[in-house]
């Protein structure tokens, strides 16, 4: 999967998933302790249940990077990079994540602001962080911020 703006933002990655179907399901490999794309390690996993239509936008982290993986559900989401010395500064990446979608784990860098909109009934996001939560690492931008610039509501 490619954002639909064709500049991927500095740092941010995919990991395309390989699924291995039978006549009893799928088993799919997310993440593994040696992946260099897992290299910052863990620190949290978290779980997150939306309705139809829920926003949560903007997200940001000082040091934290978020690993996104969408089971059950679609999910709009938006990458901002707010990173002043990032060669992708102000770069706006938007995604399609879960089920209808291809499978894959979206790594988010500590400084890309995130966020998320329900497109299906509901979804569920499961979310690796590389710390345990810290509110001195939190950080919370409006979803209309006019700097952004993104409108959520638009047709993707």
């Not at 309705?51 to 940001?60: E, P, R, S």
């Not at 990079?81 to 399609?96: A, E, L, M």
């Not at 209808?100 to 996001?125: Q, Y």
Request: charged share 25%; hydrophobic share 35%.
């Amino acid at each position: 999967m490619k954002p639909e703006n064709p500049i991927l933002i500095q740092g941010v990655t995919l990991k395309n998933l390989i699924r291995h179907p039978d006549d009893r399901g799928y088993f799919e490999e997310l993440i593994r302790v040696n992946d260099p794309f897992f290299k910052e390690g863990f620190g949290q996993l978290s779980h997150s249940f939306m309705k139809k239509n829920v926003l949560k936008a903007w997200h940001i982290h000082k040091t934290q990077i978020d690993w996104w993986y969408v089971p059950h559900g679609d999910l709009l989401v938006g990458l901002y990079d707010n990173r002043k010395d990032s060669k992708t500064y102000r770069v706006t990446n938007i995604f399609k994540l879960g089920e209808h979608f291809d499978s894959v784990i979206l790594k988010i860098p500590a400084g890309v602001a995130h966020g998320c909109k329900v497109i299906s009934e509901t979804s569920e996001l499961f979310y690796v962080t590389s710390s345990i939560y810290n509110p001195s690492e939190e950080g919370r931008i409006p979803p209309e911020d006019p700097t952004i610039g993104f409108d959520w509501n638009r047709d993707f």
